[in-house]
């Protein structure tokens, strides 16, 4: 990443090495998070093109190149790396971060030069519809070393939070679904071999985040909601099409 942003190309690491990249563990109470298999980036979409000659000039090859509408693009490249005994795949999002949902700008913060902002991680992994095992430890451990708070850039925002959840219809989408992965969450570290301390922080920080949830329901938007509901399928398959 050093020696993309010498050649003026940012990027950003998104995904579970960057919870790792934040929170220096990869444990969430005890519970291992299984292995990281690739390396997802962030980059700007007028970057695209800079980013693909630097990826091969360090012996990577384009070995997918989707396009998931809204102006993103998707690169996959993979290559051969000494010390490997695979081949090591890196993913690049060109333009603004959207799985299932879009998780709202800004991204490249100078505060962290590796990652986007903790706020933007926990959403990013929080609104995701069918949540993995890796995810919702990945969602654990962020919850476990960041406290939610005021500061944008050194904490959970609370403020961002609140912000992407009351954006009209698209926030009142997520929050759907990070409803649903709240309760999806409780029970899995209340059922899971997680250590006690680690258990009362989270349970905590849940309380919290029920809280943003329940405050979003008061705007207008989501009265607008309750009154005709959300369509049947209130998400966006987070599946790219090939071009």
């Not at 849940?206 to 369509?231: C, M, P, Q, Y």
Request: aromatic letters at 12%; a neutral charge.
């Amino acid at each position: 990443m050093e020696k993309a942003g010498q050649h003026q190309i940012d990027l950003k690491m998104i995904g579970g090495l960057a919870v790792y990249q934040q929170c220096g563990v990869t444990t969430c109470g005890g519970l291992e998070r299984q292995p990281y298999k690739d390396i997802d980036f962030l980059g700007k979409s007028d970057q695209n093109i800079k980013a693909e000659y630097f990826f091969k000039k360090l012996g990577f090859r384009r070995v997918g190149l989707n396009d998931w509408g809204a102006n993103i693009e998707f690169h996959n490249y993979r290559a051969q790396v000494d010390g490997l005994n695979r081949e090591l795949d890196i993913e690049v999002y060109f333009g603004s971060l959207e799985f299932n949902h879009l998780i709202p700008k800004p991204y490249f913060s100078s505060t962290y030069p590796f990652t986007i902002p903790p706020g933007q991680l926990l959403l990013s992994k929080w609104a995701i519809v069918d949540l993995t095992e890796k995810d919702i430890i990945d969602i654990g451990t962020l919850l476990l070393n960041f406290d939610i708070g005021d500061q944008y850039e050194k904490s959970l925002s609370q403020s961002y939070l609140n912000s992407a959840f009351s954006d009209g219809l698209a926030g009142a989408r997520m929050a759907k679904t990070c409803t649903i992965n709240l309760t999806l969450l409780q029970k899995y570290f209340n059922e899971g071999k997680i250590e006690n301390d680690s258990r009362v922080k989270l349970f905590n920080q849940f309380t919290i985040l029920d809280k943003i949830l329940t405050d979003a329901s008061v705007s207008t938007i989501w009265k607008i909601r309750n009154n005709f509901g959300l369509e049947k399928k209130w998400y966006r398959d987070a599946q790219p099409r090939q071009i």
